[in-house]
């Protein structure tokens, strides 16, 4: 048990570093991996038409997006 607290308290100071990381940068400028670009080329090609600046769950569940 002590083992998995300590692991759980050394993940959690990672997931606060890089929040607190992509949190101040401007995500037009943010690159997390080498392929983003080729991600998102990959994402817009399956999804031309959604729009990613403000997310509705409830465009996602009607049934065109389905």
Known sequence: PR???VWAMKAHQH???YF???SSVDPKFLNLTK???QIY???RKAFRD???DV???EDLKSEPAK
């Open 35 to 37: 392929v983003d670009d």
């Open 41 to 43: 080329s990959e994402f």
């Open 55 to 57: 997310l509705d769950p």
């Open 15 to 17: 997931a606060q570093v």
């Open 3 to 5: 083992v998995e607290l």
């Open 20 to 22: 607190n990381l992509i």
């Open 50 to 52: 959604l729009k990613i």
